[in-house]
């Protein structure tokens, strides 16, 4: 019946180009838009996420790691990248060679991209980290002049942005932000005053670049919102479509006697003639174990309760109270079926996460399928955008 199974998330390129949109026309038209892309774009495939985004019109891109910037570079990716958390001791050769921006914050940094852009006769565009109170990574305040100072003896290197990273940004008006944004305001001072002039001012990731106003900012760094993720713990924000639609397919349907148990631990027991799905999707797959207790999914457009424990390759789904439900009928665990849907936060709330941390579960097991290509214009053909289909 199957040429494979049937288990896969769709990734609705149309929905991450809506985003992408309603974040730009957030901010005015000269600031810049880095879409951050780093763990394979939060689990959607950074490749066809930054194809379209490319297309779309993002400025930049943001990655963790070296590896994710070369994988977008053989994919003809051409605008620039940014590495969010600088390079690995040893890296330098390359990054040079591919052109990559990265963060600095380290005097061993410098020493090492000096050295590696003097071998080539190349330059290496660099962003100056602050550490303006989030104490993970960036130059301290306090550390800042003498940094400056000693950036002269690293001609090869260009001082093109000075970025810092907000704790609290998920709460706008939380004291810290404006902490923060005050301690990168004297940071951005001195750094002119050195006689640098970046061109790109950067703070902002999701939650921020939509709620305070750019201000001294060039450039914003949005991530989970270019994914339909929410970005404000505390109010809903309205507009931002889901991208990643989890699904599979019921594989079989048993009748099951009262007292019948179910699944690993005998969490669920039959308490009337029960109606069991079995669906070829388990926590191996990213469907999260912690979902077991409580959790549900969408079956013909109804919420139907998983039963007893998700096992590593299966779940079982009572659906009992669902009418006319058949072997093949689509299982949405994530995304919309009718007017029904379940959003990654539902997931984050049950187990104790964050959208984030949903979205990159979901395993590399699960074939990403891309949908939303024919809303390219005419002009654009796939292979003009580098193709959009992956
Ligand atoms: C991941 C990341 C972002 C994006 O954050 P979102 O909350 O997903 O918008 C921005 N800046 C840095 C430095 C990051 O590491």
């Known amino acids: 019946m199957y040429a494979h199974r049937?288990?896969?998330?769709?990734?609705?390129?149309?929905?991450?180009?809506?985003n992408y949109l309603l974040l730009r026309q957030a901010l005015p038209p000269q600031?810049?838009?880095?879409?951050?892309?780093?763990a394979d774009a939060y689990g959607h495939g950074a490749v066809a996420v930054a194809r379209c985004l490319q297309q779309a019109g993002a400025d930049l891109f943001g990655v963790a790691i070296v590896e994710e910037a070369l994988e977008l570079r053989q994919a003809g990716i051409d605008r620039p990248i940014l590495l969010l958390g600088g390079a690995w001791p040893g890296q330098e050769d390359c990054l040079v060679q591919h052109q990559l921006q990265t963060a600095v914050f380290e005097m061993a940094q410098l020493e090492r991209l000096q050295a590696a852009a003097a071998r080539r006769g190349r330059r290496c565009a660099c962003h100056l980290k602050l550490d303006s109170g989030m104490g993970r990574l960036g130059v301290q305040p306090a550390e800042l002049p003498a940094f400056l100072e000693e950036w002269h003896r690293f001609p090869a290197l260009d001082l093109v942005g000075v970025m810092t990273h907000l704790a609290m940004a998920d709460l706008p008006a939380h004291p810290h932000n404006s902490a923060q944004l005050r301690h990168f305001a004297e940071a951005v001072a001195l750094v002119r005053q050195a006689g640098f002039s970046p061109r790109y001012l950067?703070?902002?990731?999701s939650a921020a670049s939509l709620a305070q106003p750019a201000g001294l900012?060039?450039?914003?760094?949005p991530g989970i919102a270019l994914y339909g993720g929410q970005p404000f713990e505390d109010q809903p924000l309205a507009g931002l479509q889901p991208v990643m639609h989890f699904h599979s397919r019921i594989a079989h349907l048993r009748e099951l006697p009262p007292g019948h148990s179910v699944s690993y631990g005998q969490l669920f027991v039959a308490r009337r003639p029960t109606r069991i799905a079995a669906v070829?999707?388990?926590?191996?797959?990213?469907?999260?174990?912690?979902l077991s207790a409580g959790g549900a999914v969408l079956i013909r457009g109804q919420r139907a309760p998983i039963a007893g424990r998700i096992c590593m390759d299966w779940t079982l789904i009572d659906v009992t109270d669902l009418a006319d439900v058949q072997v093949n009928d689509r299982v949405t665990l994530l995304g919309c079926d009718g007017d029904q849907c379940i959003r990654a936060e539902e997931w984050a709330e049950r187990i104790g996460t964050i959208a984030y941390e949903v979205f990159c579960q979901v395993s590399k097991r699960v074939p990403r399928h891309y949908l939303g290509q024919t809303l390219l214009?005419?002009?654009e053909s796939p292979?003009?955008?580098?193709?959009v289909v992956s």
């Open 31 to 38: 600031v810049a838009l880095l879409a951050v892309v780093k």
């Open 217 to 221: 900012c060039t450039l914003v760094r």
């Open 377 to 379: 214009p005419a002009a």
């Open 202 to 205: 950067h703070a902002a990731n």
């Open 280 to 290: 070829p999707v388990g926590y191996a797959d990213g469907f999260n174990r912690r």
């Open 6 to 18: 049937p288990t896969e998330v769709e990734i609705d390129l149309a929905a991450l180009r809506h």
């Open 383 to 387: 292979a003009a955008a580098g193709g």
